[in-house]
C-alpha cells in the first residue's frame, strides 16, 4: 500500500537541471581565476625505471615559470586510497613505475608556457625490466614493482564459508568456466581537473572535479601537512565520475602544492590523453569458477579464484579484491562459497573502483555459468534462478542481510515484459536471448579508513523569512541527481514544497559525507538529511506550541501548512504581526491555517537561528572473518535483466537489439531518476560488453587514449529499453530506499554474454565481445560439433 | 604567430578580436568572450561536448579554427534561452530526465536544435542519427531522444 507521501515518488524535475540547459552550471575548467597560474605535470614515458638524476634549471629560467617541483621538494609522504597499502608519492621518488607516472610539476603564467617548462625538464632513467601481465608478475623471479610487495601481490584474499570441497562432491552437476577481461576507462565527458587557492591567512581551498570531496580533503591535508580544517575542498558540478574520481589527484595534490610554493591560484587539467592514463577505472579481472548443483537446481557451492591486474599502485584495489569475492554472497542461496583472490601490481596505469565496484565481472562469470548449469539441468535459466533466489531477511554464506530483496519480482518482471518464455529456444540461429540477475550495497558499510566516523552529516537551515530551507551537505553531486534526492527528502521530511528546498552540496565546509561511491548517497546521506529536517521541524513546532500556548505534540506540517490534532490554533495576532513585519509584500499568509512561512518566522524571532541537524552512521554489519566489512551495507538493491542481440554469424558482430531491465530500488524517491540510472547502467554494461578496451603497446604505453579509439557507446549503440522499477520497501534507508545507480549494471554484461550463447550456441570467455572474439567462439563451436 | 582580425557574430552580438592562426573556436568562445558552455571534452572531435552552431549547422568548435568561423553566425547554449525563460527544446531536456551530469547537455541540445529546425517533425531514427557525434556516458540516450521527440511536439503544438 502506498503511504500519502507528497513529495517523494513523483517525477520532479532534478534541482540542477535548468542550470546544466542553459549552459550556466559551471564546471572544474569553468571557473574563473583571474590572475592565476596554470600547472602542469612531467610524466614518465617509460612502465618502469630508476631515476638517476633530474635537471630541471632550463625549466627553472624559461620565462614565465613560477615553481618547478620534484619529489626532493616535497615531503617524503606516501598516500593512496586504503591506509594498509598506501605506496604513491606526489611525485615520483626513485622510481617510475608505469608510463605516466608523475614525476615533476611546473606552474606558470599560462598553460603553453607551463608546458614548454615541462618539456625542458631532463630525466636520467634507468630502464628497467617491465611487466604488462599479471601472471608474469606473479611468476617466481619476475621483477618487483615496489619493494614491500614479494610476487608483485599487492593484496591476496582467501575466504571460505562452509565445507566447498565436501558440498561440491555431494553435487550431481558441476560447471566449471573462466572469464578475462580488459583494462576499462571510467569514460565520462569531463577531463579531471583541480583549481587551488592558498589564501594569506594560511588556508588553501582546494576546487576539485571529485566524487569524494571529504577523502581529497583528507589526502591533501596529509600530503600537504596542514591541518584538515585549514583545507577546503569544493566541487563544483562533475561531468560525470562513475568510480575513477573517487580519490585525490595528482592534479589536487600539484595544484595544491605549487599554490602553497606561489601564493598563486594554480589550476591544472588533465587532457583526454592524460585521463587514460591517470586510469583508476575497472581492473582487469581473470576469474575461474566452478558451480555446484543439485539435480532440482538447487546450488550447493561455489568455488572461486580471481587475479586481478592492478597496475603500479594500490589505489581502491584492497577493496576491489575483496568485493570481487564477496559480492557472490547473493542474491541465491548459496550454502558454500569459497575464494581466492590476487590483485597484482603491473607496470600499467592504477586500477580503481568503477560503477559495481570488484563485483561486475564476477557477477559476469557466475550468471553465465548458471545458464550453463541449466542447460545441463534441462532447466529454464528464469527457472533455474528462481529456485535459487532468496527472500528478503535472509542472509548469506558471508553474513550480508538482504533485509529487503525484490529479486523475485525482478526476475518475474522482466521475464514477462520480454516475452522470454516465447522467445527462449525459438529464436533462429544468429539471434538470441539471455537473462542475468545481481545485486549491490546501497552504500558501504565502513569509511575507506578505518573510523568511527558518522558516514553522513546534514545541516538545514530555515530561512530567517520562512520562506524556504537550505540544505547543506558534503555529499557530491556528480550527475546522479543527489541533490534532488536531498532535496526531496528534505521537502516531504519537513511537510513543505519541493521547489522551497534550496541544496548547497559538495563543500568540505557544508558537512561531512563520505561522498559519492558505493551507491551510498540516497541512503546515507538521504537518512542525513531526513534527519536533519526532523529536527528543524521539531523546533519550529516546538517554538510555534510555545509562543501559542499549545501542546507540540499535536502539531505538524504537511503541504506547507500547520495541522493540529483538532485542537484550534489561535494564531491571529501573530499573523498579524507577521503582515505588520511585511508591510509592502503582496503575498502576505492568508487561509484558515497557520502557514510554514509564518511558522518559520515565528521560531527565528523567538530562539535565533532555526537550524535542524542530522547523521548518519550504519550499525555495526557483518562477519567476524578477515575482510568481512567489504560487502557489508545497511541494504542491498537488485536487479534483473534480459538481452536480445543479433551475432552476425559470418562476421562476429553483435548488435544488442533490446534490453529489459528491472531494479528494486527499495522506495522510489524519484521514479524519472531511477530509470535514468538504470538507463546509464545498462548502456555502460552495454559498452563494457561489446566495445571497451584499453590496448596498451609493447613498452606499455596505452595505444588508444581517446574517445574515438577508446569506443563507449553512442546513440547509434543503444537499443530501446525498458524499464520496471520495483519498490520493496526497504526498512533500513530513508522512506524504504535504497540504491539504484550501480547495482543496476550488475546484469547487463552477463545478460549480454547468455544472449550470446543463445545465439551462436557456445559462451565467449572473454571480453569485450569484439567480432574477432565472437567470431573466434562460432569457430570453435562449429569445429567441436563437427568433430 | 601571426595574428588575424575576425568578427564573430555570436548569439546575435558582433565581437572583433585579433587571434593567432592556430586559436580555435573554442578558445575564443570559453575564454575570450566567457562563454563556457561549450566544454571541452576531448580536443579531437570525438565526444561532440563543444557543439556550438556555425551558420545553422552543428561544429565540434575544438575542431575550428577562429579564424574559418570569420563572418560566420555561431549559436552557442547561452544563446538560446531568454533569461530564465528556457526554450521549448531545453524544458523538454529538463522534463524528461534527459540530463544527468550536464556535461554534454549544452552540445547535445545544440546538435537537437539543428535537427529541428530543419526537420521539425523527425521519426526517431532521425533523432538519433542528428545526435551520433555528442557522446554521453550517463542516460544511455533514451531520455535525451524522448525530450527531442517532445520538443518536436510542443513546438508543434505552439504552432498551431
Redesign the interface.
Known amino acids: 500500500m502506498k503511504e500519502d507521501f507528497q513529495v517523494i515518488g513523483s ?1 520532479a ?2 534541482k ?12 572544474i ?2 571557473l574563473d581565476m583571474s590572475g592565476g597560474l596554470y600547472g602542469a605535470l612531467l610524466q614518465s614515458p617509460l612502465p618502469h625505471a630508476r631515476i638517476l638524476g633530474m635537471d630541471t634549471s632550463r625549466a627553472e629560467r624559461l620565462r614565465g615559470v613560477r615553481a618547478v617541483l620534484t619529489a626532493r621538494d616535497l615531503p617524503p609522504v606516501k598516500y593512496g586510497v586504503s591506509p594498509a597499502r598506501y605506496d604513491e608519492h606526489v611525485l615520483a621518488t626513485e622510481k617510475v613505475r608505469y608510463v605516466g607516472d608523475e614525476v615533476a610539476a611546473v606552474a606558470a603564467v599560462d598553460l603553453e608556457t607551463a608546458m614548454e617548462a615541462v618539456s625542458l625538464i631532463r630525466v636520467d632513467y634507468d630502464p628497467l625490466p617491465y611487466l604488462l601481465d599479471p601472471f608474469e608478475a606473479m611468476a617466481e623471479g619476475a621483477p618487483r614493482i615496489h619493494e614491500q610487495a614479494p610476487g608483485n601481490i599487492c593484496v591476496e584474499v582467501h575466504q571460505e564459508f562452509g565445507d566447498v570441497e565436501a558440498a561440491l562432491e555431494s553435487c550431481d552437476v558441476i560447471r566449471t568456466g573462466c572469464l578475462k577481461s580488459k583494462n576499462q576507462d ?6 579531471h581537473g583541480s583549481l587551488a587557492v592558498c589564501d594569506l591567512q594560511g588556508h588553501l581551498t582546494l576546487y576539485s572535479s571529485t566524487q569524494v570531496p571529504h577523502y581529497v580533503q583528507r589526502t591533501v591535508a596529509m600530503v600537504t601537512g596542514l591541518p584538515m580544517s585549514r583545507v577546503h575542498v569544493i566541487k563544483p ?4 565520475g ?1 568510480g575513477p574520481k573517487a580519490e585525490a589527484t595528482p592534479l589536487d595534490l600539484c595544484a595544491s602544492l605549487l599554490s602553497m610554493r606561489t601564493g598563486r591560484p594554480v589550476k591544472m587539467n588533465y ?2 590523453e592524460q585521463v587514460f592514463l591517470h586510469g583508476r577505472a575497472r581492473h582487469r579481472f581473470f576469474h575461474e569458477m566452478s558451480i555446484g548443483a543439485l539435480t532440482d537446481g538447487t546450488l550447493k557451492a561455489l568455488r572461486h579464484r580471481c587475479v586481478l591486474d592492478g597496475g603500479a599502485y594500490a589505489s581502491f584495489g584492497i577493496a576491489t579484491a575483496y568485493y570481487a569475492g564477496s559480492l557472490l554472497g547473493g542474491p541465491y542461496r548459496l550454502p558454500t562459497m569459497k575464494y581466492d583472490g590476487y590483485r597484482v601490481y603491473t607496470n600499467k596505469p592504477a586500477c580503481g573502483a568503477q560503477r559495481g565496484h570488484g563485483g561486475v565481472h564476477a557477477r559476469a562469470l557466475f550468471e553465465q555459468q548458471l545458464d550453463l548449469l541449466a542447460d545441463d539441468l534441462g532447466m529454464d535459466p528464469v527457472e533455474l534462478r528462481l529456485r535459487n533466489v532468496m527472500n528478503a531477511g535472509e542472509t548469506t554464506c558471508n553474513q550480508l542481510n538482504m533485509s529487503s530483496l525484490g529479486m523475485r519480482e525482478c526476475i518475474e518482471a522482466v521475464a514477462a515484459k520480454s516475452g522470454w518464455k516465447q522467445k527462449r529456444g525459438a529464436l533462429p540461429r544468429g539471434k538470441g536471448i539471455g537473462m542475468a540477475c545481481g545485486f549491490f550495497v546501497s552504500g558501504a558499510g565502513y569509511p575507506i579508513y578505518r573510523s568511527e566516523t558518522p558516514h553522513s552529516t546534514v545541516k538545514l537551515e530555515v530561512h530567517e523569512d520562512g520562506g524556504g530551507v537550505t540544505v547543506y551537505t558534503g555529499s557530491a553531486e ?4 543527489s541533490d534532488t534526492v536531498v532535496a526531496m527528502i528534505a521537502a516531504e521530511a519537513l511537510g513543505i514544497s519541493y521547489s522551497d528546498v534550496l541544496v548547497r552540496s559538495g563543500s568540505t565546509d557544508y558537512s561531512l559525507d563520505l561522498g559519492a561511491y558505493s551507491s551510498r548517497q540516497t541512503l546515507m546521506t538521504g537518512h542525513a538529511a531526513k534527519r536533519a529536517a526532523e529536527d528543524a521541524k521539531r523546533k519550529i513546532l516546538e517554538a510555534v506550541a510555545d509562543v501559542l500556548g499549545v501542546d507540540p505534540q499535536g502539531l505538524d506540517i504537511r503541504r506547507g501548512l500547520l495541522e493540529t490534532d483538532g485542537t484550534p490554533l489561535d494564531f491571529g495576532a501573530s499573523r498579524m504581526r507577521y503582515i505588520q513585519e511585511h508591510r509592502g509584500w503582496t503575498d502576505h499568509p492568508t487561509g484558515d491555517r497557520l502557514t510554514f512561512r509564518e511558522a518559520a518566522r515565528l521560531a527565528f524571532i523567538r530562539n535565533g537561528p532555526v537550524v535542524g541537524l542530522g547523521s548518519y552512521k550504519p550499525p555495526p554489519l557483518g562477519g567476524e572473518y578477515k575482510g568481512a566489512a567489504v560487502g557489508t551495507s545497511p541494504a542491498f538493491g537488485c536487479s534483473a535483466q534480459v538481452a536480445e542481440v543479433t551475432v552476425d554469424l559470418e562476421t562476429g558482430q553483435v548488435v544488442v537489439e533490446s534490453i529489459t531491465g528491472a531494479h528494486d530500488c527499495g522506495r522510489a524517491i524519484n521514479l ?2 531511477v ?2 540510472q538504470m ?6 554494461g552495454l559498452g563494457e560488453a561489446l566495445f571497451e578496451e584499453v590496448l596498451f603497446d609493447e613498452t606499455g604505453r596505452v595505444a588508444n587514449p ?3 579509439e577508446y569506443r ?5 549503440d ?1 537499443p ?2 525498458e524499464c520496471v522499477v520495483v519498490e520493496s520497501n526497504e526498512p533500513n534507508g530513508p522512506y524504504g530506499a535504497k540504491e539504484v545507480g550501480e547495482g543496476a549494471i550488475m546484469p547487463t554484461i552477463p545478460a549480454i554474454l547468455n544472449a550470446v550463447k543463445d545465439a551462436v550456441g557456445s559462451a565467449p570467455d572473454e571480453l569485450p565481445l569484439h567480432p574477432q572474439r565472437v567470431l573466434a567462439v562460432i569457430m570453435r563451436d562449429g569445429e567441436s560439433s563437427g568433430s | 604567430m601571426r595574428e588575424h582580425e575576425v568578427t564573430l557574430h555570436v548569439n546575435g552580438v558582433e565581437h572583433r578580436l585579433w587571434v593567432p592562426a592556430n586559436r580555435t573556436l573554442i578558445q575564443v568562445l570559453r575564454e575570450d568572450l566567457a562563454l563556457t558552455g561549450a566544454k571541452h571534452g576531448c580536443g579531437v572531435g570525438d565526444c561532440g561536448a563543444c557543439t556550438v552552431l556555425m551558420d545553422g549547422r552543428p561544429v565540434n568548435s575544438c575542431l575550428v579554427l577562429a579564424v574559418q568561423a570569420n563572418g560566420r553566425e555561431i549559436l552557442t547554449i547561452e544563446g538560446l534561452a531568454r533569461g530564465s525563460r528556457l526554450t521549448p527544446l531545453q524544458d523538454s531536456f529538463v522534463e524528461k530526465g534527459a540530463i544527468q551530469c550536464g556535461f554534454c547537455t549544452p552540445g547535445m541540445i545544440l546538435s537537437a536544435k539543428a535537427l529541428l529546425d530543419r526537420v521539425p517533425n523527425p521519426a526517431e531514427p532521425e533523432v538519433r542519427n542528428a545526435l551520433a557525434g555528442n557522446l554521453c556516458r550517463c542516460t544511455g540516450y533514451q531520455k535525451i531522444v524522448e525530450a527531442v521527440l517532445d520538443a518536436a511536439e510542443r513546438t508543434r503544438e505552439e504552432d498551431l
Open positions: 517525477r524535475p532534478r540542477d537541471a535548468p542550470d546544466k540547459a542553459t549552459g550556466s552550471a559551471r564546471f575548467d569553468d571510467g569514460g565520462f565527458l569531463e577531463p558540478y562533475v561531468g560525470g562513475f587532457t583526454r556528480i550527475g546522479q541527481g524519472t531518476q530509470e535514468a538507463q546509464g547502467a545498462m548502456s555502460m581517446t574517445l574515438g563507449i557507446p553512442t546513440i547509434l543503444m530501446k529499453i
